[in-house]
């Protein structure tokens, strides 16, 4: 699992701005790409299906969608080569925390494919220690 605490993303009503006919990342969303890609530690992407988890803590006590939080985080995380691609993401969760002075998200990465393989080598190792133990007791 990678764990990666950041600042507060800007809103996706914040990051994408028309112009003329196309859609175009505001500076703020510059700037949060950029950030990210300083703050997230240096990596080889990973290239595998994913579970993400967003722990949401809001900067203040003003309604907010977490949803919104969505796309300007992802695509930041992507851009600072976290992942691929955010078409890898097949499970995805926000979870809404208590309030962090300035804002904060922590993002919880986990391969399934890895996950499952280390899942299944525990299990593979906890029945031949049981056969062990069954064959040494007989």
């Known amino acids: 699992m990678i764990q990666i605490q950041l ?6 009503n914040n990051y994408y701005r ?3 006919k196309q859609l175009r990342i505001t500076a703020a969303g510059k700037a949060y790409r950029t950030y990210v890609a300083y ?4 990596m ?3 290239t595998g299906r994913l579970r ?3 722990w949401a803590h809001p900067p203040d006590k003003r309604k907010r969608d977490v949803d919104n939080l969505l796309k300007p985080l992802l695509d930041a995380l992507e851009k600072a080569r ?11 969760r926000i979870v ?3 309030l962090w002075p300035g804002g904060k998200v922590k993002v919880d990465i ?8 280390e899942q299944l080598s525990r299990r593979t190792r906890d029945i031949i220690e049981l056969e062990i133990l069954t064959d040494n007791g007989s």
């Open 7 to 12: 600042d507060w993303p800007p809103s996706v």
């Open 82 to 92: 976290v992942f691929v691609d955010d078409s890898q993401i097949d499970d995805l």
């Open 18 to 20: 028309i112009s003329g």
């Open 44 to 46: 080889e992407a990973l």
């Open 110 to 117: 986990v391969d399934i494919q890895q996950e499952a393989n």
């Open 39 to 42: 703050a997230v530690p240096k």
């Open 52 to 54: 993400v988890t967003i």
């Open 96 to 98: 809404r925390q208590g």
